[in-house]
């Protein structure tokens, strides 16, 4: 059918004319690899795996596909809300602004809060953490969040780079899908023009707008961060000004005996020497049976 | 399960959970911040031109070009060229004409866009530093709150008197009754706010109106109550029109909130006094992302997430909008009628007029004490603005703050034998009355109790000596009299912290020769600036002070406590000579004291006689009087305050009192403390039971009370700071302006890379980065920007830090040696009289 092999060629070239339409002014965190579209494989596929570990059971329930393409951005952007949110953490009701993070009162000896659960599953489908620690802190958002920025550009990179080629991939495998003996759609071709002009706009949009609101969303991150901080450090300064406090009242407590204790060493101290019970003079004799010794108030022997 | 394998399967159950959100999830999700960031940056990049804009051109070329387009056009002109042409040849209008209408509609879409997207992202900028620290009960922190309790647990009442910088006693307080009058309150607030940002047709996109509204009420409804009766039409016309627009609906109901939460305060065991702030807990409307704080004092209103500025006003259509709601929204009549007027740009604003004396941020209780709002202390202008070695900040820029002026010298009080601890001021509860209650008539019955070395007697004279207030000596029974004239200048309010200055005198010479308060120059001064310092700081509290009308140089300056008390001491020793080189006239500066006290007398319910005044005593003055007796003298008994320095004031006293008048080697009282008792003592040898281990005080680290470098705003610096960021990006030293950084198409071709499509979408992004640098650097500078703000925390705070982690080292130091005091067994031996080392006669 020399008329299909014209028009795949000619899907070809214009896939090549327009393959850089990805290029926008931002700067990339590093080269996209094979290994990044995984962060968006259908996560069921390596659950099983994890709890079963029975690959031919997981792989006939949960084939190792990627997601939907349609559910990219929906996945992504949904993600980062949810981390983003738990990171700024809850209102206590409705009503009130104030808006906490977990339960319980501040740590004054833990380095930083713990991330959302969220981050944990994201980052385990990134490479740098793939064997990475099972729990993740606050200062581990936004490193996450910037990789999964990144590979979430270069899926789209990597989809527009071959995107008539995917789709009449997909189209044809869905094609497969009908029951035997019916027709393919007569109207394949035209079904992936459409689809390859909406996709393309969806990747343009995408990678013009998922770069500048994450960055948005991680500066003001970060301050809120910044003043947690100094916020936890005022509450520890005010225990730890409370337990000085209560020191400090304790002390007070023992100052209020120093006049007694001066009062009742005085006299102590005051023993005249002929009441000292002692031989102040070396003369043998002691106290009033000295000679020197008129009275028990004389101060010489 | 493993744990570990729980705990993933927890999380990716959380992945997966976006699949299927419920309708109200999503509407909700549409609400959080990275969603409305989202929304932002869709409209920046994608979206149509914003419907103010169009309106804007399409009048103005309704005015140029008298011809009519719809709103739509304005955007396919902006967006579609092509499209536009089509369009516009449809209404008739010639090809060369609509190409040159396109052109003139896309420059002007473009720069107004420009405007409108600057001034968002320095919006977000500022907005991401500064949203955290909110003077209110919280949003995503509380940090002013803690501060006011570390505060309370801190200081002393000692403190408090002599403390130029104003104490602000701050609480909190529940919302009364939350799910009933108070939701009530708030709901008919939240209507007038939805007022703003919905019209006949539901929610509106534009919400220009409600950030006006937010950024007019956000320090508070008070501050524009107090501008006159509210007129929702004054604003003016210009561009900046709606930063002064009212809001009257909105007015009233946070009035009424206000109302609501203030009178719940009223039915405190306690009711707040004058100088307390109770905070309420921040009130929050989700869907139009406003919260409304409430203090005792104040209601505003305040972006939850400060997304949206307020941009300048393009079109005047405030004839219309009165229209359309006189007229059922008959827009064909309005329209027609009163149609919206453009209002023109192009010509460079004069710059904004700097905000009003203590409004703003300035006005919150809080924020009021910042280093913005008023000139910094004169003992840190050296370390704060001159960081090479210059008292005056040379150069053109923005200063944000600057010293106090004139620098005073003022002068130092000292004791005879070492320092007063908590000399002046009061910090304890009476538990120690006097002999019978005071009275303004002269009560020579008056007399100490066992407990004090002197009794205070205020009383009413008509022939006080020298002519003003007075603090007699000590006379023999212990009696302190004090006289109060009749009027100071014809004024009796004065008489509240007149008292109160003479009750320092009284504190001075409760246990020393009224010499020192007049013995010399050095005496007078510093015994008056005590007092007067007192006086003033009571001043400030009042309020009184910030209304002084005093000039220098002909303009207003700002009377701080300081410069108050280094002025009017000099009056009181004017005979001996002058305090300080304060260059305000001290009679000049007294008068300005007594016509401000007289214009707060209604407002302060200040005496009206020197009977009223004596029978009417201020708190701050009881606190003084409770504070007399001694503090350690056995069978006496002491009250106070459980804070750290109210403790450490008792410990001190106790410890003062014990070398005052108890003498260690025993029974040899002498006059003084510092006399010798026998001529031999000072050749005594060491005690041999002693603790020989050196004195606790050895051991303490003062904490360095430096004041923290004040910060610096140095945009140039923020700017190189940028470029440097910029051209390291693209591999290239820095330069400025970054345009030099641009990256270069030959360096791409110098290093070629082996696979060609790469290479040749390497170079198509070096020439993009090359047209437009300056996209790079607006993204980044968000960023830059909050690595600044973190290294102006670090700085600022880092200097407090130490100090407090010194402040509890030496705490812990001197705990730590108490416990470890240890006494004599034995008796001393030095009862023979000899001694050893006693220096052979010449």
Redesign the interface.
């Known amino acids: 059918m020399p008329w299909r092999l014209l028009l795949i060629g000619m899907t070809l070239t214009a896939g090549?004319a327009h393959?850089?339409e990805w290029?926008q002014?931002?700067?990339k965190l590093g080269s996209c690899t094979k290994k990044d579209t995984i962060a968006f494989f259908d996560?069921?596929y390596?659950?099983c795996m994890?709890?079963t570990g029975d690959e031919a059971y997981c792989s006939s329930l949960y084939p190792v596909t990627s997601l939907p393409f349609d559910?990219w951005a929906?996945?992504y952007?949904?993600?980062?809300?949810?981390v983003?949110?738990d990171f700024?953490?809850q209102?206590e009701e409705?009503?009130?602004?104030?808006?906490r993070r977990g339960s319980g009162p501040v740590s004054c000896t833990q380095q930083s809060d713990r991330a959302s659960?969220?981050i944990?599953?994201?980052a385990?489908t990134l490479e740098p953490w793939e064997n990475g620690p099972?729990t993740f802190y606050q200062s581990d958002t936004a490193p996450v969040l910037l990789e999964y920025l990144r590979v979430y550009e270069c899926s789209l990179i990597e989809r527009s780079l071959s995107l008539p080629i995917e789709i009449w991939r997909e189209e044809d495998a869905r094609g497969r899908l009908l029951p035997a003996g019916l027709p393919g759609n007569p109207l394949f071709f035209m079904n992936i023009w459409v689809l390859w002009a909406g996709q393309s706009e969806h990747i343009r949009?995408e990678m013009?707008?998922a770069?500048?609101?994450l960055?948005?969303?991680?500066?003001?991150m970060?301050?809120?961060h910044?003043?947690?901080m100094?916020?936890r450090?005022?509450?520890c300064?005010?225990r730890?000004?409370?337990d000085?406090?209560n020191?400090?009242?304790l002390?007070?407590d023992?100052?209020?005996c120093?006049?007694?204790?001066?009062?009742a060493?005085?006299?102590?101290?005051?023993?005249?020497?002929c009441a000292?019970n002692l031989d102040?003079?070396n003369d043998g004799a002691t106290d009033l049976d000295d000679t020197g010794c008129d009275s028990l108030t004389d101060?010489?022997e | 399960m493993r744990r570990s394998s729980f705990i993933s399967g927890i999380a990716l159950a959380l992945l997966l959970s976006f699949g299927a959100v419920p309708a109200d999830s999503a509407r909700a999700a549409d609400l959080t911040l990275y969603m409305r960031l989202k929304t932002i940056s869709e409209k920046q990049v994608l979206g149509d031109v914003e419907p103010d804009i169009a309106a804007y051109v399409q009048s103005l070329v309704q005015s140029q070009y008298d011809d009519t387009l719809a709103l739509d056009d304005i955007s396919v002109a902006a967006r579609a060229p092509g499209a536009f042409q089509g369009r516009c040849g449809a209404r008739g209008i010639q090809a060369s004409k609509c190409a040159d209408l396109e052109r003139q509609i896309r420059r002007l879409v473009e720069r107004e866009e420009r405007v409108r997207k600057l001034g968002r992202d320095l919006f977000l900028t500022t907005g991401s530093y500064e949203v955290p620290l909110s003077e209110s009960l919280g949003k995503f922190a509380a940090v002013s709150p803690p501060l006011g309790s570390l505060l309370t647990i801190w200081e002393s009442g000692s403190d408090r008197a002599v403390n130029p910088d104003a104490f602000v006693h701050t609480t909190a307080a529940p919302l009364p009754d939350p799910d009933g009058k108070t939701e009530d309150a708030y709901t008919e607030l939240k209507d007038a706010l939805d007022a703003l940002v919905e019209d006949a047709g539901g929610p509106k996109e534009d919400l220009s109106e409600l950030a006006a509204a937010v950024a007019r009420y956000r320090f508070g409804y008070t501050a524009v109550r107090s501008e006159g009766s509210c007129d929702a039409a004054i604003g003016g016309i210009g561009e900046l029109s709606q930063l002064t627009q009212r809001w009257c609906a909105l007015e009233d109901e946070l009035h009424d909130v206000w109302n609501h939460l203030h009178a719940s305060l009223t039915a405190r065991p306690l009711p707040p006094d004058s100088s307390e702030v109770v905070f309420f807990p921040t009130w929050l409307f989700k869907d139009i992302n406003v919260v409304v704080w409430a203090t005792n004092r104040d209601v505003g209103i305040e972006w939850e997430i400060p997304l949206e500025p307020v941009l300048p006003w393009l079109m005047d259509d405030r004839e219309y909008q009165t229209c359309m709601e006189e007229n059922n929204d008959d827009e064909a009549y309005c329209s027609s009628r009163f149609p919206p007027v453009p209002i023109p740009g192009g010509a460079l604003l004069n710059p904004p007029d700097p905000p009003p004396f203590a409004t703003g941020v300035c006005g919150m209780p809080l924020g009021s004490r910042g280093f913005l709002c008023q000139p910094i202390e004169q003992h840190e202008c050296a370390i704060a603005l001159a960081p090479n070695g210059s008292s005056n900040a040379t150069g053109t820029g923005l200063y944000l703050t600057s010293c106090k002026e004139p620098i005073l010298q003022t002068p130092v009080r000292m004791s005879f034998a070492g320092p007063d601890v908590c000399g002046v001021g009061g910090w304890r509860m009476q538990t120690e009355p006097a002999s019978e209650p005071d009275n303004p008539g002269v009560q020579t019955g008056l007399l100490p109790t066992q407990c004090s070395n002197c009794s205070v007697d205020i009383y009413c004279s008509s022939s006080c000596p020298e002519g003003g207030a007075y603090t007699d000596a000590r006379d023999a029974s212990g009696r302190i009299g004090i006289c109060i004239p009749e009027t100071i200048q014809g004024s009796t309010a004065i008489f509240q912290t007149l008292i109160l200055h003479e009750l320092v005198h009284a504190q001075q010479t409760c246990s020393n020769p009224r010499e020192i308060l007049t013995g010399d120059l050095n005496y007078c001064c510093s015994s008056e600036y005590q007092a007067y310092l007192v006086q003033c700081i009571a001043f400030a509290e009042d309020g009184i002070l910030q209304d002084m009308q005093v000039t220098h140089q002909g303009k207003r300056i700002n009377v701080t406590p300081e410069l108050c008390a280094a002025t009017l001491s000099t009056l009181s020793c004017s005979s001996l000579g002058q305090c300080s080189e304060s260059p305000i006239p001290p009679a000049e500066m007294k008068q300005a004291m007594l016509e401000a006290v007289e214009r707060s007398k209604s407002r302060l319910n200040l005496p009206v006689s020197c009977a009223d005044a004596v029978n009417r005593m201020d708190t701050r003055s009881k606190a003084i009087l409770a504070s007399l007796p001694k503090a350690c003298t056995p069978e006496c008994r002491s009250e106070f305050e459980n804070t750290i320095g109210n403790n450490l004031c008792f410990i001190g006293q106790c410890i003062e009192q014990s070398w005052e008048e108890e003498r260690i080697v025993p029974g040899r009282m002498s006059l003084n403390v510092g006399d010798e008792a026998f001529p031999w003592d000072s050749c005594i040898g060491a005690e041999p039971a002693a603790n020989t281990d050196l004195p606790a005080s050895s051991l303490l680290m003062l904490p360095t009370l430096a004041f923290p470098p004040l910060p610096d705003y140095r945009p140039w610096d923020i700017a190189n700071s940028t470029d440097i960021a910029l051209c390291q990006l693209l591999g290239l030293p820095a330069r400025t302006p970054p345009t030099l950084c641009a990256a270069e198409v030959s360096r791409q071709l110098s290093r070629p890379l082996s696979d060609p499509l790469d290479m040749m979408i390497n170079l198509a992004a070096s020439v993009e980065d090359q047209l437009d640098p300056a996209v790079e650097l607006e993204r980044m500078a968000p960023n830059v920007g909050t690595r600044y703000a973190t290294s102006l925390y670090r700085t600022q705070l880092g200097a407090l830090r130490r100090a407090f982690a010194e402040i509890f080292d030496g705490a812990a130091v001197m705990l730590e040696e108490i416990s470890k005091t240890s006494f004599p067994e034995q008796a001393c031996s030095r009862v023979d009289g000899t001694c050893p080392f006693l220096p052979s006669a010449p």
């Open positions: 090549l393959a850089a290029e002014p931002y700067p996560p069921r390596a659950q994890e709890d559910q929906t996945t952007h949904g993600n980062i809300n949810r983003v949110e700024l953490g209102t409705d009503h009130l602004a104030l808006r659960p969220l944990a599953a994201i385990h099972a949009r013009a707008i770069r500048p609101t960055e948005r969303a991680l500066s003001f970060g301050t809120v910044m003043t947690r100094l916020e450090d005022t509450e300064i005010q730890a000004s409370l000085i406090r020191a400090f009242a002390s007070a023992t100052a209020a120093m006049p007694r204790i001066w009062n060493k005085d006299p102590l101290r005051n023993t005249p020497a000292d102040n003079d101060m010489t």
